[in-house]
């Protein structure tokens, strides 16, 4: 019999310390995208079910109703948005959200299967302006939370999608997209016949690594406009983000994006020894009936930044008497501190301090640091 107090697989309780940590670090990411011209926007948690992505948790109708989702990704919520209420504001349109996802299976890297996402999107705008200017918001998000040791990986669907063009068929496709998958190179050569199929494909999984060191091949990728005006395109960026000296930039045009609304460039975050993706994004199209428009964007997953975090920058919790005035619980509270009361006198408050995860403690009036 399951006990009463079990839950689901890939489900958590945030009890505390990571309950507390995860909504600073929402509120402080949310309130930097809104100082740099990000308007916040809600969505809800149920969506209509559609044929656009498979891992959904479905929920039950009555006959001839239609079938309804707990939302499982929230970018296609700001497509939709975009492309109905908001369809005449004038673009750029710049909007920031947040908001749990619930999705029916977790993966290998990210087992969780409910989390939180906090992101941003630039609709209507083609320049590559644009597409510096999320990624550095993403980059600069990150850091101002205490993520260190960031790798930011660029990957593009277009130069593969290009590969599986010239090839044209369906069937060879699938089996080489499995190989892909798994970085399996040779195996993928051997299904090939066309000596110029072989190089465009060896070309794009030698393009993975620091630009410095992949130039030569990433040049020989300029196979038509579309292809040459990515090339010049990921060259600006790398030469535009700015990163600290512990982060680093890499490039790999080998990787399968899952997603199937990217469609060009996308980039991802990680951080060192954490699993998992720390935020990542990209290009896309948005489709309806009036228009056609560019966008590009980004999601924080909050489970990995959690994981990834060095707590450094969250709001500093003080013990204190219960009985302490007013005058001086206000001013800590203008200092930034979080104050944590005791209702009954102590022998050792220093002790009782580190029991409550405080990192400083009040005594005679005075603020100690543990």
Same mark, same amino acid.
């Given at each position: ?44 948690? +149920?969506?209509?079910?559609? @044929? @656009? ?5 479905? /929920? ?20 939709? /948005? ?24 977790? @993966? ?64 060879? =496709? ?6 892909? !998958? ?7 050569? !051997?299904?090939?016949?066309?000596? =110029? ?30 292809? =040459? ?9 790398? @030469?535009?983000?700015?990163?600290? !000296? ?67 920058? +969250? ?11 007013? !005058? ?41 640091? +543990?």
């Amino acid at each position: 019999m399951r006990s009463e107090f079990l839950i689901p697989p890939g489900f958590k309780d945030h009890v505390s310390f990571d309950a507390y940590v995860e909504h600073e670090y929402k509120n402080n990411i949310i309130k930097f995208f809104r100082s740099n011209g990000f308007d916040l926007v809600k969505t809800p948690l +149920i969506d209509f079910l559609d @044929s @656009s992505n498979h891992n959904n948790f479905l /929920i039950a109708n009555k006959k001839n109703e239609e079938s309804l989702k707990i939302r499982n990704d929230i970018t296609p919520q700001i497509i939709r /948005i975009a492309s109905s209420r908001l369809l005449n504001k004038s673009r750029p349109l710049k909007l920031c959200y947040y908001g749990e996802v619930v999705r029916k299976n977790g @993966s290998m890297l990210r087992p969780e299967r409910q989390f939180l996402q906090v992101g941003a999107e630039t609709i209507g705008s083609n320049r590559i302006e644009a597409d510096i200017e999320v990624i550095n918001l993403a980059y600069q998000s990150l850091s101002k939370i205490g993520i260190k040791e960031i790798t930011l990986e660029f990957s593009s669907k277009i130069f593969l999608r290009k590969f599986f063009k010239k090839i044209n068929q369906s069937k060879l =496709e699938k089996k080489l997209t499995e190989l892909i !998958k798994i970085k399996d190179l040779n195996n993928c050569l !051997k299904l090939l016949k066309n000596e =110029e199929d072989k190089s465009l494909l060896l070309n794009i999984f030698k393009c993975t690594g620091e630009l410095k060191t992949i130039k030569k091949f990433l040049d020989k990728l300029k196979v038509d406009e579309e292809t =040459e005006t990515e090339v010049k395109n990921l060259k600006k960026l790398v @030469s535009k983000i700015e990163l600290s !000296k512990l982060d680093r930039i890499n490039i790999d045009l080998s990787e399968l994006d899952e997603k199937n609304y990217h469609d060009g460039l996308k980039f991802t975050f990680f951080s060192k020894n954490v699993r998992g993706e720390v935020a990542s994004g990209g290009r896309y199209t948005i489709k309806n009936k009036n228009k056609t428009e560019t966008a590009t964007g980004f999601t924080c997953f909050m489970d990995t930044v959690l994981r990834a975090s060095s707590f450094e920058n +969250i709001a500093k919790k003080i013990l204190l008497p219960f009985n302490t005035d007013k !005058k001086i619980k206000n001013n800590l509270i203008k200092k930034g501190f979080v104050l944590f009361s005791i209702f009954q006198a102590t022998s050792d408050i220093k002790r009782d301090a580190k029991k409550f995860n405080c990192n400083y403690f009040l005594k005679n009036n005075l603020i100690k640091k +543990i």
